[in-house]
Nanobody, 120 residues
Framework: QVHVVESGGRSVQTGGSLRLSCVVS????????VGWFRQVPGSGRTFVAH????????YYADSVKGRFTISKDNADNTFYLQMNNLKPEDTARYYC?????????????WGQGTQVTVSS
């Protein structure tokens, strides 16, 4: 059974930085894509970033491009979302998700999320 656990969310001031972590355990594949989404109350989850299974290509939402970086620590199946120059509109609950075994792959496994609050 695949488990996805996020951590690192907290309150920060505008212009600050945070690094979110995502630990994926129990996956049957060695390489899989991972994504980050975010959600504010009353809205659906929106795409933030995606690191493909080979780990060499990442995609970002326009709203975070140039400020956020998704990465992977190959040693321990931990994925990161480095968030710099944070803005109040980045306030949301951030969810990590891992691709499953389907082809084409889709995000099958989700964590419970971690809250990021950016104050002005």
């Amino acid at each position: 059974q695949v488990h996805v656990v996020e951590s690192g969310g907290r309150s920060v001031q505008t212009g600050g930085s945070l690094r979110l972590s995502c630990v994926v355990s129990g996956h049957t594949r060695t390489n899989y894509g991972v994504g980050w989404f975010r959600q504010v109350p009353g809205s659906g989850r929106t795409f933030v970033a995606h690191l493909i299974s080979t780990g060499d290509t990442a995609y970002y939402a326009d709203s975070v491009k140039g400020r956020f970086t998704i990465s992977k620590d190959n040693a321990d199946n931990t994925f990161y979302l480095q968030m710099n120059n944070l803005k109040p509109e980045d306030t949301a609950r951030y969810y990590c998700t891992a691709e499953g075994d389907t082809h084409p792959p889709k995000f099958d496994y989700w964590g419970q999320g971690t809250q990021v609050t950016v104050s002005s």
